[in-house]
């Protein structure tokens, strides 16, 4: 499921934000990470070595803020054993026989909630 959200987190960041978006396969709404500030964003540089040494810590944190929105993610995204599709809560549903994304649900005539309705 990490490998699978990985791959789906879309980079909104900013130079002042740190962003990422995933979107369900299903219905596509966008879900969007809590953004989180560059703590060196209202500092500027005149000396090409501190943009180095900004640049360096502003991946370092792009990075820990990518790991954060990733485990934000697995909360609200499901892989349907079915169709492998990554889909958010709403259109996820626990079902008697096994949890599916609603089409497949559909297809196989299977009856569930939504994880979140």
Same mark, same amino acid.
């Given at each position: 499921?990490? =490998?699978?959200?990985?791959?789906?987190?879309?980079?909104?960041?900013?130079?002042?934000?740190?962003?990422?978006?995933?979107?369900?396969?299903?219905?596509?709404?966008?879900?969007?990470? =809590?953004?989180?500030?560059?703590?060196?964003?209202?500092?500027?540089?005149?000396?090409?070595?501190?943009?180095?040494?900004?640049?360096?810590?502003?991946?370092?944190?792009?990075?820990?803020?990518?790991?954060?929105?990733?485990?934000?993610?697995?909360?609200?995204?499901?892989?349907?054993?079915?169709?492998?599709?990554?889909?958010?809560?709403?259109?996820?549903?626990?079902?008697?026989?096994?949890?599916?994304?609603?089409?497949?649900?559909?297809?196989?005539?299977?009856?569930?909630?939504?994880?979140?309705?």
């Amino acid at each position: 499921m990490i =490998n699978l959200l990985s791959k789906h987190l879309e980079d909104c960041s900013t130079r002042q934000y740190f962003c990422f978006a995933v979107r369900c396969e299903v219905c596509g709404e966008f879900w969007y990470s =809590n953004s989180i500030p560059f703590s060196k964003a209202a500092q500027e540089s005149e000396y090409a070595e501190k943009k180095e040494l900004y640049d360096a810590i502003y991946q370092r944190e792009k990075q820990r803020a990518q790991l954060a929105a990733g485990k934000e993610a697995r909360e609200r995204f499901s892989q349907c054993p079915l169709c492998r599709r990554l889909v958010c809560d709403t259109c996820f549903l626990i079902c008697d026989e096994m949890d599916l994304c609603i089409e497949c649900a559909d297809r196989m005539k299977e009856c569930g909630e939504p994880v979140i309705l």
